[in-house]
Structures are given as structure tokens and as C-alpha cells.
């Protein structure tokens, strides 16, 4: 049984309660926020028997495992290295920072600390990425050629401004997905090694609230992506091969046990259906692999999970995409 601190009484932390409400492998036993009134009534909602105000005081109960960081991700870094120096694994949700600097600093607090720690993307964690993987590595699609990403959500009204804006709250979930892309059918060091340029528009509060990026890595495989929290509820993600097409039937970053799945479509006419009977929504496989990551001593996911290195390189690629749009 994994014993759950939650740091935030957010909506996110609304679904990560959800998740573990369902699991019998993992409890919420505590909670941390600045509200007494919101915290005592997630307490009543959730069955949780103990309420903090501060990360410091989550990670300080001794019957508390791991803890969750449901805050807004310009605190990411503080309430993570709190929870990894007091011996609890984390998850922390995405972003894992806002910048280069704050995320290499917390992956080394991680290493130094032997703790079990994961960035929370957490449609990745979902059975049919695995899927995904294993059809990338097949010979029969052909070698990668171009990645089209785009998510489009009206949400900035609602995020916290320091947040820094649809690159950490949007982009970073296609940014992402080409990384396991690119990885899975190009080799792990393909990904680092690239150019890009990018466009972006600045919304009231000075966050950059549409861009889009064209990324051509080192061997000569491009991409285009595009995120925007200022409207629209849309996604798209396509995989184009030297033999077909693979584009996702249903929203990628929300998979769950009936909308999941995607079609590969050959140039020659040929058609694949692909989905996974898979009960639960992401924020439960999440769990589960967080579970299984602890039972087995892991100090990072397992793929298609976002591994601590490659939440550093894409803090490196959502950073460098900021500062081509100025």
C-alpha cells in the first residue's frame, strides 16, 4: 500500500485523488494547502484523515510515502526537493519547472537523494503508448520522416500567471510525445541534437499565449508543432513515415478505457487499427506505474513514462522554444 501526501487542493489534485479513490494499491492520507476552509472540505470529499498547510509539514509525517505536487509549476521545484530531502518519492506534476536551471537542480536533488521521482505526463503511463512503441520499432512502417503536434485549449483565464503559459501548461504535452517518437524510432541521442525557429503572440498578462515551432533534428527528420491556451479545445498528432501515416483517433493526452487508439494508413492503401482494452484513465495507469515503480525500488519510470533525463531535455526544448518566439 503506497500512503499518498497531496501537495494543492487545485483541480488537478481533484483527479489525482480521484485515481488513488479507485486504486486498492495506494491511500491519501494527508494533504497540503494555504486554505484551512478548502482543505478540511478536499479532507471530508476524499476521506483524508490529515490536513497541513505546508509541503514542509506533508513531508515531515512519518506515515506519509510518496507525495504528489499538485501546486502551480513555478513551485515545483522547492516542494519537490522538500519531499526528496525528506525521504519521499515524488511525483510531480508537469512542468517539472519552468526553466533549464530549476529542472537540472531538482534532477540532481533526485539522484543525490536515491528517492523514486517522475514528471507527470501521465497519458504516457496509459497501455496504449506502450502500443505505440512497439509499432514504431516494427520494420513494416518505414523510417520517420515529419511530426505534426498540436493542442489548443481556452484556459489561460484560469492558470496561474507565473506559470509562464501554454508552453508549460500545453506544449509540453506534443513536445513530449515527439520525444518518445524520436526516440523510439531514431535512437536516444537524436533528439538533443537539432535546430529550431519558432512564432508566438504575448497575451495581456505577458505569457506567450499561441506558438509554434519547426524543428529539424540532426538527421534531417522535421517537426511542427503548435500549442495555444488562449482558444479552442483541439489536438492532433500525426507520425509521418517513408511508408504511411499513423494519426491518433481520439484526444492523445486524455486517453482513457474507451477513447483510446490510432490508425496507421499506408501510402499503398493499407489500414491499422490499434487500441487498448485498458479499464481506468491515464491518472490511474499513472498510479499504477508509480505503484509498481515503488514496489520494485525504481528511482525513475520505466518507459513510455517520462524518464528524469527526459524531463531535463524537454525543459531544454520548451526554454529554447520560449526564446525563439520573443
Not at 501537495?7 to 485515481?19: C, E, K, P, Q, V
Request: proline share 3%.
Amino acid at each position: 500500500m503506497s500512503k499518498w501526501g497531496i501537495a494543492g487542493t487545485g483541480f488537478i489534485s481533484h483527479a489525482m485523488l480521484g485515481a488513488i479513490a479507485r486504486r486498492e494499491g495506494s491511500e491519501a492520507v494527508a494533504l497540503s494547502g494555504r486554505s484551512a476552509e478548502t482543505r478540511v472540505e478536499l479532507q471530508a470529499q476524499y476521506g483524508i484523515r490529515t490536513g497541513v498547510e505546508t509541503v514542509a509539514e506533508l513531508a515531515a509525517l512519518p506515515d506519509v510515502d510518496a507525495i504528489y505536487i499538485g501546486l502551480p509549476n513555478h513551485l515545483h521545484r522547492e516542494a519537490s526537493e522538500v519531499a526528496l530531502a525528506a525521504g519521499k518519492a515524488v511525483l510531480c506534476e508537469k512542468s517539472l519547472t519552468t526553466t533549464y536551471e530549476d529542472a537540472k537542480a531538482l534532477v540532481d536533488t533526485a539522484a543525490s537523494s536515491g528517492q523514486f521521482c517522475v514528471e507527470g505526463l501521465m497519458y504516457l503511463a496509459h497501455p496504449i503508448y506502450q502500443t505505440l512503441v512497439d509499432v514504431l520499432r516494427s520494420e513494416d512502417i518505414g523510417e520517420l520522416r515529419h511530426i505534426t503536434g498540436f493542442y489548443a485549449a481556452d484556459i489561460w483565464q484560469v492558470v496561474n500567471p507565473a506559470g509562464k503559459g501554454t508552453l508549460y501548461n500545453l506544449g509540453c504535452y506534443p513536445a513530449f510525445l515527439m520525444q518518445m517518437v524520436v526516440q523510439a524510432m531514431c535512437g536516444e541521442e537524436v533528439f538533443s541534437a537539432r535546430d529550431l525557429t519558432a512564432k508566438g503572440n504575448v497575451n495581456e498578462d505577458g505569457n506567450i499565449c499561441d506558438a509554434a515551432v519547426s524543428v529539424r533534428f540532426g538527421n534531417g527528420v522535421l517537426a511542427s508543432l503548435h500549442s495555444t491556451d488562449s482558444y479552442g479545445m483541439a489536438h492532433e498528432f500525426v507520425i509521418a513515415t517513408t511508408k504511411g501515416t499513423i494519426r491518433f483517433d481520439h484526444n492523445p493526452w486524455l486517453p482513457d478505457a474507451e477513447a483510446n487508439g490510432f490508425t496507421w494508413r499506408g501510402y499503398d492503401g493499407s489500414e491499422r487499427q490499434y487500441s487498448e482494452d485498458a479499464p481506468g484513465d491515464a491518472f490511474d495507469h499513472q498510479l499504477e506505474m508509480v505503484e509498481a515503480s515503488l514496489a520494485t525500488g525504481l528511482t525513475q519510470a520505466p518507459r513510455p513514462s517520462p524518464r528524469i533525463q527526459d524531463s531535463l531535455e524537454i525543459m531544454r526544448f520548451l526554454n529554447d522554444w520560449e526564446a525563439a518566439c520573443a
